[in-house]
């Protein structure tokens, strides 16, 4: 089997990653393609108690097992199939079920530190960064985690301005540098999505 291509996608939270990806997915379900969470690559906690969990800041580069992201992306390269792990983010760890994934032609990894960690960056063949507005991703953010992650508003506030924010300053922003295209307002930007697909269809199919 060829290498396969990799795309990244990156952006801060609520930023539209996840929606780009599928979009891209989508486009390529002819083909083999895997769409690769880094989210499901925080680091295993299971060891700790709930109020350490709690007490996390997810949004550190440090929290994530990019180790074995890194890994199992090398493994999908060569052709080997690996079992991820999925994240369950009521109980801030991984769930005690992993998925299988095989090998395929396309992968998508996307997550708020996949242009921050240099051993990822390079192993990507396309790099996009997803730009929204602070301001609209917090509001998505509170809807999002408040119906599908179990936060409570007060919850969701107070980790945005005490990590969310001053993280993604400081992690996130900086390394829209490394995108070779930024994508503003995510899924809407229909010129910005076409551009990209047609890209892909051309690596591909050179
Ligand atoms: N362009 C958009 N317009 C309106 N809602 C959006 C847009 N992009 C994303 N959303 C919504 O915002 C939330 C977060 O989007 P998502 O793609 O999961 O972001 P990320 O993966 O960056 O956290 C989801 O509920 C999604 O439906
Ligand atoms: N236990 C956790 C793990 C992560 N988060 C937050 O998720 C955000 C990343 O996911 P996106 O889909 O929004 O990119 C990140 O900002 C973490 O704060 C969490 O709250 N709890």
Redesign the pocket.
């Known amino acids: 089997m060829n290498k396969p291509l990799i795309i990244g996608?990156a952006?801060?939270?609520?930023?539209?990653?996840?929606?780009?990806?599928?979009i891209l997915y989508d486009a390529f379900s002819d083909r083999t393609i895997t769409l690769l969470?880094q989210?499901d690559y925080y680091n295993d906690q299971s060891h700790m108690t709930m109020e350490e969990r709690i007490k996390t800041n997810y949004d550190h580069p440090l929290s994530m097992d990019n180790e074995l992201l890194v890994t199992h992306l090398k493994k999908l390269m060569l052709g080997y199939s690996i079992e991820k792990p999925v994240y369950d983010y009521t109980q801030h760890t991984r769930s005690d079920v992993t998925e299988k994934i095989d090998p395929t032609k396309i992968i998508i990894v996307?997550?708020?530190f996949v242009l921050e960690d240099v051993k990822i960056r390079e192993l990507l063949d396309i790099k996009i960064f997803?730009e929204?507005d602070d301001d609209?991703?917090f509001i998505?953010?509170l809807?999002?985690d408040t119906t599908?992650r179990g936060r409570t508003i007060d919850s969701v506030i107070a980790q945005y301005i005490e990590s969310v924010k001053p993280m993604h300053q400081e992690f996130v922003e900086p390394t829209k540098k490394y995108a070779d295209i930024i994508v503003p307002?995510?899924?809407?930007?229909a010129v910005a999505l076409d551009l990209l697909i047609t890209k892909i269809n051309s690596i591909l199919s050179a």
């Open positions: 996608v952006g801060g939270t609520a930023s539209g990653k996840t929606s780009v990806s599928r969470r989210d996307e997550g708020l997803v929204s609209i991703r998505r953010r809807l999002r599908e307002d995510g899924k809407t930007n």
